[in-house]
């Protein structure tokens, strides 16, 4: 018998949240090419963003009473210079010892503190010095920032202004250093991930279950398809072990197939998988938009005959209106049948002025009756041609996935060929994700497929 699971302490789950929490972050920065670091910005009449406005406001008031006073105090001004030479310092590269030493004379606040005692302190001389290595140092999308500095007059919101640039520069700093390591941090994800998960695993041991009940499924739907292509005189105990024998890889790429088709609402997400649910989400949409785009350009191809495929432009025109408006088709307000019936009208009034354009006969009213009612009939999830574009799309990606690393990608299936480029982007985009998360759980899947599949 099993043993009793061990009790987990507090402390024990806290640290292994963290853990999963900083592999989220590695795994993020790795898989999302256009990660940035963003400002953080409080709700606008939230608590925390009253009391940081209240503090800053007390803060610079202070700073604006000292320096009207008579002879004035610099006491919060040197301290502010202070914390401008570090953050200046802060972005120098160990071969800036000329820009090092700079900073270092001109910021001495020793030396500035007893210019202030003596009366000969000249702040706007200091502070233009300031702003002038601000330019120097900064990215240039910081230029027209620092321009601004230079036309306020005022020392106090001069200083807002400068610390406000000095934040945007750190942000610049951080994405830079994002960008830096990405090369470096994906040789090391794989492992750092598949370790923070493994720690998590030990301390929550049925954190596999999901994954399990996925791969399970997987499995039996490629069993189920084995079975329907067999001879008819064959059936599964004829079959050769070679023939019959599920393949490990093949089960996991029907896997990530099924990720397409999820029902998020409804059914919690594979452990694996969870930290890339939002961009599987994503791709998801982007293929049932494709499924319908596909679909009303393959019902206006045969609609219209030979005439119009090979002339330069209008697929595009098609496919532009059809993506406009199919745009929020996936929030809870959007009608399909409406924008279907208005797609019809447009994509008829494009093919009429099309025909006519290059001599040929437009469509009688009867035709074009007939083509927005094909192209209404989309919404209809039984609807066959809708089907067979699904189908197809489905082949495309699972040959892409099992094609590997090959350079040159599979041939489009039949009737695909308006939406091929649209179709190798997500592609392309769904075997890199698919590619990265088998790099890291392929030991884990291994493990759970090696018992799935002595059953089968």
Request: aromatic share 6%; charged share 25%; net charge negative.
């Amino acid at each position: 018998a099993a043993s009793p699971p061990r009790p987990v302490s507090i402390e024990e789950l806290m640290e292994a949240a963290k853990g999963v929490t900083n592999m989220a972050l590695a795994h993020e920065i790795v898989v999302n090419g256009d990660f940035q670091i963003k400002p953080a910005e409080l709700p606008e009449h939230s608590l925390e963003r009253k009391v940081r406005d209240i503090v800053h406001k007390a803060f610079w008031d202070c700073l604006e009473a000292q320096l009207k006073e008579d002879p004035p105090t610099y006491d919060h001004a040197i301290k502010l210079l202070g914390e401008i030479k570090e953050n200046l310092l802060s972005f120098l590269l160990p071969g800036h010892t000329r820009l090092r030493s700079q900073i270092t004379e001109v910021l001495d606040l020793d030396l500035i503190k007893q210019e202030a005692e003596n009366g000969a302190l000249d702040i706007s001389k200091l502070v233009e010095f300031v702003i002038g290595m601000m330019g120097t140092l900064c990215a240039p999308a910081r230029d027209e920032e620092i321009k601004k500095l230079k036309d306020i007059n005022e020392i106090v919101p001069l200083f807002r202004a400068i610390f406000s640039v000095l934040d945007l520069m750190k942000m610049d700093m951080a994405n830079f250093a994002v960008s830096s390591i990405r090369p470096k941090l994906m040789q090391q994800s794989a492992e750092y991930e598949r370790k923070k998960f493994q720690e998590f695993l030990e301390k929550q041991p049925n954190s596999l279950d999901l994954v399990t009940r996925w791969l399970e499924e997987a499995a039996d739907d490629l069993a189920k398809l084995r079975c329907k292509m067999l001879p008819p005189h064959c059936s599964s105990d004829g079959a050769t072990a070679g023939d019959s024998a599920l393949c490990s890889t093949a089960v996991q790429n029907q896997a990530y197939l099924k990720l397409l088709k999820w029902d998020h609402l409804n059914r919690p997400f594979p452990e694996t998988v969870l930290m890339d649910q939002t961009r599987f989400q994503e791709i998801q949409l982007e293929v049932e938009q494709l499924l319908l785009l596909g679909t009303v350009l393959l019902v206006t191809f045969s609609a219209a005959g030979s005439a119009l495929a090979d002339v330069p432009g209008f697929a595009e025109k098609i496919k532009t209106i059809v993506k406009v408006l199919l745009t929020g088709m996936h929030l809870p307000s959007f009608n399909l049948k409406e924008s279907l019936a208005t797609i019809g009208e447009k994509v008829c009034a494009e093919v009429n002025s099309c025909l006519s354009q290059h001599g040929f006969t437009p469509f009688s009213a009867e035709r074009e009756t007939v083509l927005k009612g094909q192209i209404q009939a989309v919404a209809n999830p039984d609807n066959t041609i809708c089907k067979l574009i699904d189908a197809r799309i489905q082949k495309f990606l699972e040959n892409y996935l099992a094609s590997g690393h090959q350079k040159s990608l599979p041939a489009i299936p039949g009737g695909l060929g308006p939406i091929q480029r649209e179709l190798e982007e997500i592609a392309v985009k769904f075997a890199r994700l698919v590619n990265y998360n088998k790099m890291v759980f392929s030991p884990y899947y291994d493990a759970v497929l090696g018992k799935i599949l002595t059953k089968e």
